[in-house]
């Protein structure tokens, strides 16, 4: 009897072989596709976001936000006006200022005499968008850039204005957009954080404008949604790697014990913030073997250092980060945010814009191609711009070998490209002076709105209840710019 059972095992169907694995291969197949946490959790996964599902179908899965610390002089880079140079030195109309508020610093000048571009200007592309020899790498990827050029913000400072554009308000205290994303979507990868920060010091004023660690913050937001910062050297994240004599094993058993303990705390006070406890430890524990092998760029090609530059092979660097941000977008880190420093260029714009514009060049420019070639530009959204732009007319004493610029937050440019995008376009218009906006303006929460929108997002309906009232990273404002859509 035994052998005939055996007999017709061996020549079961199909359906019974299905049907007898269903709980064996079966299973583990469908694991590996949903997701071990999905099919075994007992509860939410703190990993994944408050939202069940996208409110609107995504064109970008994760953003690389190239952020140009300080406002970078958009009539010296992108925003032509040989209008400038027309009047070079005589002072802007009164109608065109049209009393509106300037700084501390050139609102008590005795003249404010326009400042020509020293620069000249090219069209590039079959978009033929104007750009400034400063920018030769930026000009051989223009077609597939958005420019929006009409850009305003309502801070005037910098701290406030770059805060407001990272968290949607001027006080500090506000989450960041990165962690609002983190808390909506969650993450695409449990061994890295959903959002990654990278920081890399300028030529142009290098010591200028400091950066303070609240601006990747998650305000009121979970602990678990705060960027963490991954930095040059040894230790990329700080405390990350085990004590000396601690044995991986080790801590992966102090961890589960931890963790138990977290457990029966969680289950006595119910503070969400052990949930998140427990996911940082257990995310820091993982980190141990992503983040070096992410951080070593040993693997990368010379091809890929020869199209990023030379710069990529020194850690820290703007066009290293650039690298890391695209090895971090090949891994599904969902925001990853790299702040440039050192675009302040109150005076000696002749001397220090170039050697900014060469920190950013290359490396920017290589960032989308090297996105492109990978396949990973259509469904990845890169932002580049600051926190606002800077005046038309000249900030101090104007000479025939130098200017500078003070802040100006009626209209500056920012780019994007990919991620739902369209390529090859300008949207919005300034001025001949480049000083106020003539046609489409975007305000900083219509940017806000329309990243959260390419992400599947409704910005007014990701809110989260903070002090009795509801709130979001737009506030109460933002539109969606659908023209700049694909």
């Not at 950066?211 to 990329?236: C, E, I, M, T």
């Not at 599947?456 to 209840?465: A, C, F, I, S």
Request: net charge negative.
């Amino acid at each position: 009897m035994s052998q005939e059972i055996d007999k017709l095992n061996c020549h079961m169907n199909r359906r019974h072989f299905l049907s007898k694995t269903s709980l064996g291969i079966g299973a583990a197949a469908l694991a590996s596709l949903l997701g071990p946490k999905t099919l075994f959790s007992s509860g939410k996964d703190p990993l994944k976001g408050v939202l069940d599902a996208p409110h609107v179908v995504p064109k970008a899965k994760r953003i690389i936000y190239l952020f140009q610390s300080g406002g970078p002089s958009q009539m010296d880079m992108f925003d032509y006006k040989p209008k400038l140079r027309d009047m070079n030195g005589e002072d802007l109309p009164p109608s065109v200022r049209d009393g509106q508020r300037l700084t501390g610093m050139t609102a008590n000048q005795d003249g404010f005499p326009l400042a020509g571009s020293h620069y000249n200007f090219k069209r590039h592309g079959e978009s033929g968008v104007w750009v400034s020899e400063l920018l030769p790498y930026t000009s051989e990827v223009v077609d597939d850039l958005c420019f929006i050029k009409s850009v305003y913000t309502d801070a005037i400072n910098h701290d406030p204005a770059i805060t407001f554009i990272q968290t949607g308000s001027q006080q500090s205290g506000r989450p960041s957009m990165g962690s609002w994303i983190s808390y909506g979507l969650g993450s695409d990868n449990e061994n890295l954080p959903t959002f990654s920060v990278l920081i890399s010091r300028g030529s142009g004023r290098p010591f200028d404008q400091p950066l303070y660690s609240r601006l990747w913050g998650n305000g009121f937001l979970p602990a678990l949604h705060q960027g963490v910062q991954f930095r040059s050297g040894k230790d990329p994240v700080l405390n990350l790697n085990n004590p000396s004599g601690v044995k991986k094993m080790s801590r992966r058993s102090m961890l589960g014990y931890l963790k138990d303990l977290n457990t029966l705390h969680l289950d006595k006070f119910g503070d969400p913030e052990i949930t998140s406890r427990i996911s940082q430890y257990e995310m820091a524990y993982r980190m141990q073997t992503s983040v070096p092998e992410t951080m070593d760029l040993s693997d990368e090609p010379d091809w890929v250092f020869d199209m990023y530059g030379e710069d990529a092979r020194e850690p820290g660097t703007y066009a290293a980060n650039c690298l890391l941000a695209r090895r971090l977008a090949e891994r599904d880190v969902k925001f990853i945010q790299l702040y440039h420093m050192g675009w302040d260029q109150h005076n000696g714009i002749p001397d220090q814009l170039p050697l900014q514009c060469k920190d950013i060049d290359q490396a920017s420019a290589a960032l989308v191609k090297d996105l492109k070639q990978r396949g990973l530009l259509d469904d990845t959204l890169v932002i580049w711009g600051g926190e606002f732009g800077r005046t038309a007319y000249c900030q101090g004493q104007l000479t025939s070998e130098t200017y500078g610029r003070d802040h100006h937050p009626r209209c500056f440019t920012m780019w994007m490209a990919g991620g739902g995008i369209k390529g090859g376009m300008t949207y919005g218009k300034t001025d001949e002076f480049g000083y106020n906006v003539l046609e489409n303006p975007v305000h900083v929460h219509d940017i806000q709105a329309t990243i959260l929108h390419l992400l599947g997002v409704n910005h007014e309906k990701l809110t989260y209840k903070h002090q009795g009232r509801r709130f979001r990273l737009t506030d109460v404002h933002g539109e969606i710019i659908h023209d700049i859509l694909a």
